[in-house]
């Protein structure tokens, strides 16, 4: 028997007055899987994550997280479940006028108030360790940090409350391509070491085939197809066709195969298995 997905939303509909951004939206995230979401700008990639954490509240369909249901929760139901997960939102949504520490420590503050200041200093030096950042990112704030600083930052926040499920909103975007290949392995080793599951939102494709497990593709209001690269690649859909076998997908697929020790051969091999 196959292990309950980690996430599961069924029947999805939101909209933003006479604008329907999903309908009829079905997914499944399996325990341990990085799973990419893509498709073109607009089509409902962070709405869609925003749903699941429960910051969305949509107009018809279920959301189970962790099997706990998410649409219609109470906010104690809430509260509960959002101990579980961490979140990376677009542009790291950092507070400017708190240091990456204090940062990292507001997520414990709120679920556990009653911890010591020492305790929390070193649950945060712990995290900025483990997010790759240097010891001295603890006491800088956010407008003294680098773009890529930023997103560890961020990721060492959402790594704050040990989570299980770690949803990461483009957090490739704006870093240059060697970072960006750092940021993928940070994520790829954390997924193992941790056990996470993860939901990952880019536009990147090296990503997408560096480190992906699956991928699911939303167009049309609704995710079209979900699979490995290959198995996309074997569908005759326009856009995917297109995004994938286009000149960026093509080089993406070639750098892959130059460096078979990255991720992409993790992908193709627990495929195979
Ligand atoms: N709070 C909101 N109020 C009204 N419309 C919204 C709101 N949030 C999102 N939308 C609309 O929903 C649609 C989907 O937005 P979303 O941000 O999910 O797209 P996306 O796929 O993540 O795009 P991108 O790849 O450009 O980040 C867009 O048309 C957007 O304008």
Redesign the pocket.
Known sequence: MSAPPVISVRGLRTA??P?V?HDQLDLEVRRGEILGVV??????????MRSIIGLQQPEAGEVEVLGVPVTGAGDDALLDIRKRWGVLF?GGALFSTLTVAENIQLPIREFYPGLSPQLLDEIAAYKIVMSGLSPEAGPKYPAELSGGMKKRAGLARALALDPELLFLD?PTAGLDPIGAARFDELTLSLRDTLGLTVFL?T?DLDTLYAICDRVAV?ADRHVIAVGTIDQLLAMDHPWIQEYFNGPRGRQAAAAVTAHPAGGGDHVRDKDKG
């Open positions: 933003f007055g604008q951004v498709g073109g700008s607009g089509t409902g990639k962070s709405v869609l677009q483009e939102i536009h939303l």
